[in-house]
């Protein structure tokens, strides 16, 4: 049975989901919860041995075979992890989580073909576990792309894509958003400093916290 709270932090890159993740975090845990912060693709050991192959294997992938080791990640990660910590009552503070599915693999790369956008949904229900609530980042693309340039040149397999796929990710977030606006709330300011985004998430956050 799950007691505690499972948040999202969703976007491209650059746009300050880790940042934002360490400052959720603290905040929380001054407040007195007990929070486990974690990201995809890894989270768990074995699913940290998969996001090696997935970022930076020397082979590509096939788009379903792709999408099925985004997945096979995120089971263990559920399954070993975020479960266990979610049945403890605690906070579940994840980097990227199924959307980013939907987006870098189902419309990013698959152009939202509606038969890959399916197989993800499938996916996902079969999991069977669902984000509280996500907090989707979204900040102009040459504001991200400066920020990234400081932190070095492109590595993995994604950041080194196109900026055409990157169009498509930023809209597959916001077809996400539109569809399901009672999980996925927007933060179009994430441009301003860290510590105004902070307080405008944790604002949204604050009501839906149990009494410590
Ligand atoms: N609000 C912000 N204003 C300016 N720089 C930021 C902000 N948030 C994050 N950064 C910086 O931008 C870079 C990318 O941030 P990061 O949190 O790693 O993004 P992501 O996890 O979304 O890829 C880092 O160097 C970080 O210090
Ligand atoms: C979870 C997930 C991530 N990704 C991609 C998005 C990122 O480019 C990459 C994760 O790299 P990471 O360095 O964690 O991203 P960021 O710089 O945004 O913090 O994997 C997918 O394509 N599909 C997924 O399901």
Redesign the pocket.
Known sequence: MQSGLFIT?E????????????LLRDALQSHGYRVLATREPGGSAGAEDLRQLLLFGKNPLSLRAEILTHFAARFDHVDTVIRPALAEGQIVLC?RFTDSTMAYQGYGRAEGQPAVLDLIAALQAQLGLMPDMTFL?Q?PRE??RQ??A??GVPTDRYEKADEAFHARIAAGFMAIADQQPERVKCITT????????SSLIMKEILPRLPHV
């Open positions: 932090l976007g491209g890159e650059g746009v300050g989901k880790s940042t934002q993740l360490r980097d980042l900040a504001i991200t920020r990234l400081v932190r994430a441009n301003h400093s860290q510590e105004a985004v």
